[in-house]
């Protein structure tokens, strides 16, 4: 069982920058590849970024050049950097962790966080 905890979320101008963590529990953390999700208000769990165990990351194409994930195995971390963030960049957060590669799949992965609101206001 992993459990992970959001946190870093809040209100912001456009343009400005927000850095989430995900706090993972657990022993195995460097066998889980990791990804942040996204959701909007009435619009389904999109795809932001994810992480391989190796530490390579790929990106929605709404996030390349903007956004930055990384992981720290020793704390048992994963973060996501945003920076020139837009107000379409308003939702909900969450962090996931799959037991394989699940890239953009949101059926492949295996946990997942509550969330942390990000608002951004133009």
């Known amino acids: 069982q992993v459990q992970l905890v959001e946190s870093g979320g809040g209100l912001v101008q456009a343009g400005g920058s927000l850095r989430l963590s995900c706090a993972a529990s657990g022993r195995t953390f460097n066998t889980y590849s990791m990804a942040w999700f996204r959701q909007a208000p009435g619009k389904e769990r999109e795809f932001v970024a994810a992480?391989?165990?190796?530490?390579?990351?790929y990106y929605a194409d709404s996030a390349k050049g903007r956004l930055t994930i990384s992981r720290d195995n020793a704390k048992n971390m994963v973060y996501l950097q945003m920076n020139s963030l837009k107000p379409e960049d308003t939702a909900v957060y969450y962090c996931?962790?799959?037991?394989?590669?699940?890239?953009?799949?949101?059926?492949?992965?295996?946990?997942w966080g509550r969330g942390t609101q990000v608002t951004v206001s133009s």
């Open positions: 996931a962790a799959s037991t394989s590669w699940a890239f953009r799949q949101t059926n492949g992965y295996d946990y």
């Open positions: 992480i391989s165990r190796s530490s390579t990351g």
